[in-house]
């Protein structure tokens, strides 16, 4: 079979650890090349791996025998490298936010129309074992209708602080967009896409975060469902997007480090059995999960596959582009102090 011809842009930590390794381990891709700005790091990567290097994208982008190309360069510059390999023919798994704006989302989604190429955004939850079980979950009605989620985005960005992309003040990330993007889409795949939101923000943790470090926000969704999402980059926790879902059946406990997902249901055959004390109450059941964080294979695959077979990857351009669009109207809530609606015109 075929073997896609596949580089990685952008290598420092995620496109090294991840993508390159991912790519590598796929017996249907074959890592052709890799590129960064910083010729230390472009070299070291391409050296242990055999390939080929370039420091200008725009270089790597005339190969030829290049299929598709993977980013995971800092957020602000993605449109620019997710456009140019477009319209240069290439397919396009681009790290999760999609772009920083609902503008440069529509410009990406603009060019894998044009040009005709295939466009995954890495949002990596949609792949984690514990989410996925909590879908199947929800999909088959073990919690019944959905009146209430929430999730939450909890990292501690205090080692990351420094003159870097995460911290510019000239092109600012906010944590919203670039970080809680993840807990943003995982509800938004469980609940649909948000209507409204209105949202507070502080910025207690990180005085160098040129935004808010700390955001609020609550939601409305189609059916009525209420959403609430928690932002922080500077909180003293561990990483986790805990996830609550409560349905008029049941509730389910999730996240994406632990090793089980916590179901709690009012009725469960034998409940009968307990004591009456505990009849009120719902009983919790702990489903084991295998606890992976990034499943970047699993994601790899479903992006190589999609080239292969011509299919549709799990989150296209718009999926990306809509996430983003949920997160700048919380953004926008924190600046205006009045509710704001996503802007989804790219998918009319
Ligand atoms: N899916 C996840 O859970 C996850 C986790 C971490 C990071 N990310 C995303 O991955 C991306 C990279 O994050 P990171 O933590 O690896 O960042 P990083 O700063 O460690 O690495 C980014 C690399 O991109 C290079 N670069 C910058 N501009 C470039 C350009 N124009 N062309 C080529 N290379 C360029 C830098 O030199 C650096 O080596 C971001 O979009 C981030 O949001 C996703």
Same mark, same amino acid.
């Given at each position: 079979?075929? *073997?896609?011809?596949?580089?990685?842009?952008?290598?420092?930590?995620?496109?090294?650890?991840?993508?390159?390794?991912?790519?590598?381990?796929?017996?249907?891709?074959?890592?052709?090349?890799?590129?960064?700005?910083?010729?230390?790091?472009?070299?070291?990567?391409?050296?242990?791996?055999?390939?080929?290097?370039?420091? @200008?994208?725009?270089? !790597?982008?005339?190969?030829?025998?290049?299929?598709?190309?993977?980013?995971?360069?800092?957020?602000?510059?993605?449109?620019?490298?997710?456009?140019?390999?477009?319209?240069?023919?290439?397919?396009?798994?681009?790290?999760?936010?999609?772009?920083?704006?609902?503008?440069?989302?529509?410009?990406?989604?603009?060019?894998?129309?044009?040009?005709?190429?295939?466009?995954?955004?890495?949002?990596?939850?949609?792949? =984690?074992?514990?989410?996925? !079980?909590?879908?199947?979950?929800?999909?088959?009605?073990?919690?019944?209708?959905?009146?209430?989620?929430?999730?939450?985005?909890?990292?501690?960005?205090?080692?990351?602080?420094?003159?870097?992309?995460?911290?510019?003040? /000239?092109?600012?990330?906010?944590?919203?967009?670039?970080?809680?993007?993840?807990?943003?889409?995982?509800?938004?795949?469980? =609940?649909? @896409?948000?209507?409204?939101?209105? =949202?507070?923000?502080?910025?207690?943790?990180? =005085?160098?975060?040129?935004?808010?470090?700390?955001?609020?926000?609550?939601?409305?969704?189609?059916?009525?469902?209420?959403?609430?999402?928690?932002?922080?980059?500077?909180? *003293?926790?561990?990483?986790?997007?805990?996830?609550?879902?409560?349905?008029? *059946?049941?509730?389910?406990?999730?996240?994406?480090?632990?090793?089980?997902?916590?179901?709690?249901?009012?009725?469960?055959?034998?409940?009968?059995?307990?004591?009456?004390?505990?009849?009120?109450?719902? !009983?919790?059941?702990?489903?084991?999960?295998?606890?992976? *964080?990034?499943?970047?294979? @699993?994601?790899?695959?479903?992006?190589?596959?999609?080239? !292969?077979? @011509?299919?549709?990857?799990?989150?296209?351009?718009?999926?990306?582009?809509?996430?983003?669009?949920?997160?700048?109207?919380?953004?926008?809530?924190?600046? /205006?102090?009045?509710?704001?609606?996503?802007?989804?015109?790219?998918?009319?």
């Amino acid at each position: 079979m075929k *073997k896609i011809r596949m580089a990685v842009i952008g290598l420092k930590t995620f496109g090294k650890n991840a993508h390159v390794k991912a790519i590598v381990a796929n017996e249907n891709a074959e890592l052709v090349a890799v590129c960064d700005i910083v010729e230390e790091i472009a070299k070291k990567v391409a050296d242990e791996y055999g390939v080929d290097y370039y420091l @200008d994208y725009k270089e !790597l982008l005339k190969r030829e025998d290049l299929d598709a190309i993977t980013i995971a360069t800092p957020d602000q510059v993605h449109r620019e490298i997710a456009v140019a390999a477009m319209e240069a023919g290439k397919d396009v798994l681009c790290e999760k936010p999609l772009a920083l704006s609902v503008a440069d989302c529509k410009a990406i989604i603009e060019a894998s129309k044009t040009y005709g190429r295939k466009l995954m955004v890495g949002q990596i939850c949609r792949l =984690a074992p514990s989410f996925i !079980l909590a879908k199947e979950l929800i999909d088959r009605g073990e919690i019944g209708e959905i009146f209430f989620i929430e999730s939450e985005y909890a990292h501690d960005y205090a080692k990351k602080v420094g003159p870097n992309w995460r911290f510019d003040p /000239t092109s600012p990330r906010h944590p919203v967009t670039g970080g809680a993007c993840h807990a943003m889409d995982l509800m938004r795949w469980i =609940a649909g @896409d948000p209507i409204e939101a209105f =949202a507070y923000g502080n910025k207690k943790m990180l =005085a160098a975060c040129p935004t808010d470090d700390c955001v609020i926000a609550v939601m409305k969704f189609p059916n009525d469902v209420i959403g609430k999402m928690f932002t922080s980059i500077g909180c *003293k926790r561990r990483y986790t997007m805990r996830t609550c879902i409560y349905g008029s *059946k049941g509730t389910i406990i999730v996240d994406n480090t632990s090793a089980d997902l916590s179901l709690f249901k009012s009725e469960v055959a034998g409940s009968e059995m307990f004591a009456p004390s505990i009849e009120h109450q719902a !009983l919790e059941i702990k489903i084991p999960v295998r606890a992976v *964080k990034h499943n970047i294979h @699993d994601e790899m695959r479903d992006f190589i596959n999609c080239i !292969l077979n @011509d299919t549709d990857p799990l989150t296209d351009g718009i999926e990306g582009a809509k996430t983003v669009a949920a997160c700048c109207a919380i953004v926008e809530s924190t600046e /205006t102090g009045e509710k704001a609606k996503p802007d989804y015109s790219f998918a009319d």
